[in-house]
């Protein structure tokens, strides 16, 4: 599975933006999906992920409240809307895939990583 990360830019603090990933050659739907972020300096870190099949969704509690994420099954796309961004949430942001039958938080779960998107919030 090959994923394509996109969206991000360059905002002020209080902005939004919505990034995506769409795999090529595979149905979404069967893979739980996760993102990502590493800042720099940092270790990448769980944003958000939403599990295959019942597309149950989970949220560090940095950004629970102000990111959603949401898989578009007839587009085969995953977004994450980041809404009242911070300049904490500059990062370049990754999404991942695997197909195991449980596990979104960490790193080490998913097989498949895309090239990330770098998302900068000023003050």
């Known amino acids: 599975v090959q994923l394509q990360a996109s969206g991000g830019g360059l905002v002020q603090a209080g902005d939004s933006l919505r990034l995506s990933c769409a795999p090529s050659?595979?149905?979404?739907?069967?893979?739980?999906i996760g993102w990502f972020r590493q800042a720099p300096g940092k270790e990448r870190e769980f944003v958000a992920g939403?599990?295959?099949?019942?597309?149950?969704?989970y949220y560090a509690d940095s950004v629970k409240g102000r990111f959603t994420i949401s898989r578009d099954n007839g587009k085969n796309t995953v977004y994450l809307q980041m809404n009242r961004l911070k300049p904490e949430d500059t990062a370049v942001y990754y999404c991942?895939?695997?197909?195991?039958?449980?596990?979104?938080?960490?790193?080490?779960?998913?097989?498949?990583w895309g090239q990330g998107t770098q998302v900068t919030v000023s003050s």
């Open positions: 991942a895939a695997h197909a195991r039958s449980s596990g979104v938080f960490f790193t080490s779960r998913y097989d498949y």
């Open positions: 050659g595979r149905t979404f739907s069967d893979y739980t």
């Open positions: 939403i599990m295959r099949s019942a597309g149950s969704v």
